[in-house]
């Protein structure tokens, strides 16, 4: 198969101590000992940024309209925090390996604002990008549904819905509570030299209890299944990015968004992930311009910094 030739990326030195067993929260702590790690590198990042933003622009449209576009609403200050994310973040209950695909383009037909996401990944020990890292990518659709988990409801809380499923102790990665095998909104690539995927998909619509995000895990040692998932790596980094509220209101008003009006939206300011992963000095924002420099409800390139903590090592399967 076509995934064949970049099967096997292996061995990215990293001093691998182990952290097996669920997922728990960031502790003060390790919250503070982001936040150092990211000011040292925040020089770093600012550059990284620039030289990233120039060059995703410079690919897209004429450099004549480069600084109109920074300069859109939508575009904030090139931000120098970055987004700090080990695998102590929870992925949530919609983590599903399995559906996990090596692929750039993750849309698979759902209707949505189309998105480009440009992740860049520092290893933020050294400052410096992390060549060959997989990233990985998850998300609900317009309307709130995670693909292989569409048969449970986007309406309830997530304790309602493992109460009715009679699942008490869940554990993520190990409960099951899948529905489906459908893939959509789900993709994996690995970094190229500068530290950078990009992947196509929609921008996210939003379930009951949660601020509108995306899941990103950052594996190391990755390898996959000649289906392009994931058999066996190490996880350095999980977490989730947000976006501005503004841009939300704005693409929520659209179709088919705007369909889901049986409970609201749940704000940044009031969603704890959130508030726990923008604790500090590092920002989980996603910045955005639009793909058109017009635009953004036609579609936008979002880019973000993800710091990996190589020091923080989830191995899989445990
Ligand atoms: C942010 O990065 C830019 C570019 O490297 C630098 O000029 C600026 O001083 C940095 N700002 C902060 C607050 O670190
Ligand atoms: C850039 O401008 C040139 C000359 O106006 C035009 O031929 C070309 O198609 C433009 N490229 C893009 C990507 O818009
Ligand atoms: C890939 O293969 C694994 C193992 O056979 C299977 O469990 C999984 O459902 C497959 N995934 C896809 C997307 O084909
Ligand atoms: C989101 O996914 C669910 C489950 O597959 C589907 O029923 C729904 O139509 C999708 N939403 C949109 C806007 O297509
Ligand atoms: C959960 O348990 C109740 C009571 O035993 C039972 O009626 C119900 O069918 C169970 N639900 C599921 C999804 O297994």
């Not at 770093?44 to 600084?67: A, C, F, I, M, P």
């Not at 604790?279 to 390139?301: C, E, F, H, Q």
Request: with cysteine; proline share 5%; aromatic share 8%.
């Amino acid at each position: 198969m076509h995934f064949l030739s970049i099967l096997i990326t292996a061995s990215l030195a990293s001093s691998a101590i182990a952290h097996p067993g669920p997922h728990r929260k960031a502790t003060r702590a390790e919250i503070a000992r982001r936040g150092e790690l990211s000011a040292r590198c925040s020089e770093h990042v600012g550059q990284y940024n620039d030289r990233r933003r120039k060059r995703s622009l410079s690919k897209r449209q004429n450099t004549t309209t480069v600084e109109i576009t920074t300069e859109s609403p939508y575009y904030h200050t090139i931000q120098n925090e970055t987004c700090v994310l080990t695998p102590e973040v929870t992925a949530g209950p919609y983590w599903w390996r399995n559906s996990q695909t090596l692929r750039q383009d993750m849309t698979e037909g759902q209707p949505g604002v189309p998105l480009l996401l440009d992740v860049g990944v520092l290893d933020m020990a050294t400052c410096e990008p992390l060549e060959g890292v997989l990233v990985d990518f998850w998300h609900c659709n317009a309307t709130g549904k995670y693909s292989s988990f569409s048969g449970l409801p986007a309406d309830e809380p997530i304790d309602t819905i493992l109460a009715e499923l009679n699942v008490t102790d869940f554990e993520i990665g190990k409960s099951d509570i899948h529905t489906d095998e459908v893939t959509f909104l789900r993709g994996m690539w690995p970094t190229d030299r500068n530290g950078m995927v990009e992947m196509k998909s929609i921008f996210p619509g939003f379930y009951y209890g949660r601020a509108i995000h995306i899941h990103i895990q950052v594996h190391t040692d990755w390898v996959l299944r000649e289906n392009g998932t994931l058999a066996s790596g190490k996880t350095v980094s999980t977490g989730q990015v947000f976006f501005d509220e503004a841009l939300e209101q704005e693409i929520m008003a659209l179709q088919p968004y705007a369909s889901v009006t049986e409970f609201d939206r749940l704000t940044n300011d009031l969603d704890n992930t959130y508030n726990n992963e923008n604790t500090g000095a590092y920002n989980a924002l996603v910045s955005v311009v639009p793909m058109d420099g017009k635009d953004v409800t036609n579609g936008m390139i979002g880019y973000v910094t993800i710091g990996v903590d190589t020091e923080a090592v989830e191995s899989f399967p445990v």
